[in-house]
């Protein structure tokens, strides 16, 4: 699949026609409704991402669940569908709250539905479980300097990012 992944990024139209075939033969196949959600978010074609990936949560195993939350939720925020976005994170995060993405894309999804602080919470907790993760810093950052306008707070996160990394 990786090779097929790796020539779809390319040919979007003709890769999707390909996954429709093989739809056809088992509607309910795993990871070819998977591959085409991926095809679709990958190419901007959100609200197809959207319809896959609430598909394959229907005919997947548990063990897929929070990962086609995750895209799902990435591609609801994209789409300007925050609450929606919102929602799939949090649904993850119930079942395993160390996902350190999850928290930060969550924190991302409240920052642009102008919940400041919420997003503050967020991004403070994926630094919690990841404290080597520049973009955490820096989103957090930017949000206390930007638009909490707490210029002390959000100094102190830019220099811990570009700690981190220096490419900054």
Not at 17 to 22: D, L, Q, R, V
Not at 57 to 63: A, K, P, T
Not at 106 to 127: L, N, S
Request: overall charge negative; hydrophobic content about 35%.
């Amino acid at each position: 699949l990786y090779y097929f992944e790796e020539y779809a990024k390319s040919n979007y139209r003709l890769a999707v026609s390909n996954i429709n075939a093989k739809l056809v033969e088992n509607p309910d196949n795993f990871s070819w409704i998977y591959l085409r959600g991926k095809l679709s978010e990958n190419s901007e074609n959100y609200t197809s991402a959207i319809t896959d990936f609430s598909k394959a949560l229907v005919v997947s195993g548990i063990e897929n669940k929070n990962d086609l939350l995750f895209h799902r939720a990435n591609c609801y925020s994209e789409a300007g569908l925050y609450k929606h976005a919102i929602a799939d994170y949090t649904q993850a995060l119930s079942t395993d709250s160390t996902l350190e993405y999850y928290w930060g894309y969550r924190g991302y999804t409240k920052q642009q539905m102008g919940d400041y602080v919420g997003a503050i919470r967020d991004f403070t907790k994926a630094i919690a479980i990841n404290p080597q993760e520049s973009w955490f810093y820096y989103r957090r950052g930017w949000l206390n300097d930007e638009f909490l306008k707490n210029h002390d707070a959000g100094l102190e996160d830019y220099n811990q990012a570009i700690s981190i990394d220096k490419s900054l």
